[in-house]
């Protein structure tokens, strides 16, 4: 239902939504190249253009793409994802794509009838981390809060916490989706997600009892 993603490239995966009348972009890869490249893909399947990029979070493999988009896109991004980027983003030409478009807790798009819930359930692998949630599709983008195959990764410079990551995670599981696009493995499913609470769980437990011994 006009919801892609896409993989390949340099850097993260990413994701766009056609609407009757723009693009929603879901991410910029890590380079500028990787970028045009996707905008390549899209425009083989719309002549609609590029409206919006949201972030679901300030990492460079996940940011650093946005100097290959047209520079009249509105990025849309955390609070806390700004600030990351306003002192990460030294090169006055990336500072052009600094989101113009923040907020705190929850925010909603619309491209035409369609609802696209912008969702931050606190800190987690940042503590800028947005869901992008297409509630019709039951589609969830996650960006970095799934890992398949290994521990997530947690960065304590911009104030993560394995802790805040379980409790986004069971949040991201009430809502009513199927399918978790994330930022470095084939999609997810609920069980996926259930099976990554789990180990984190089982691993904290093991600590927090190394600890007291």
């Not at 949630?133 to 589609?139: A, G, L, M, Q, S």
């Amino acid at each position: 239902d006009g919801i892609y993603e896409v993989k390949g490239g340099s850097g993260a995966n990413t994701g766009f939504f056609i609407g009757e009348k723009e693009v929603i972009v879901i991410d910029a890869k890590m380079d500028e190249e990787s970028a045009k490249q996707m905008l390549a893909e899209i425009r083989k399947l719309t002549p609609n253009p590029i409206k919006y990029v949201i972030l679901t979070h300030s990492d460079g493999d996940h940011v650093n793409g946005l100097t290959g988009f047209p520079q009249e896109v509105i990025v849309i991004a955390h609070e806390q994802t700004k600030k990351d980027m306003d002192e990460a983003f030294k090169d006055p030409r990336q500072r052009l794509y600094l989101p113009s478009l923040t907020f705190s807790e929850k925010k909603e798009l619309y491209s035409g009838n369609k609802v696209i819930q912008l969702l931050h359930f606190g800190p987690a692998h940042t503590s800028g981390d947005v869901v992008v949630y297409f509630p019709d599709e039951k589609v969830a983008f996650v960006g970095d809060l799934f890992f398949r195959g290994r521990d997530p990764l947690i960065h304590r410079q911009k104030n993560g916490s394995s802790f805040g990551l379980v409790e986004t995670l069971k949040n991201i599981l009430k809502l009513d989706a199927e399918i978790f696009a994330n930022g470095h493995s084939e999609t997810a499913s609920r069980a996926d997600i259930e099976s990554l609470i789990k180990s984190i769980e089982e691993k904290q437990a093991k600590i927090k009892a190394l600890i007291e011994e």
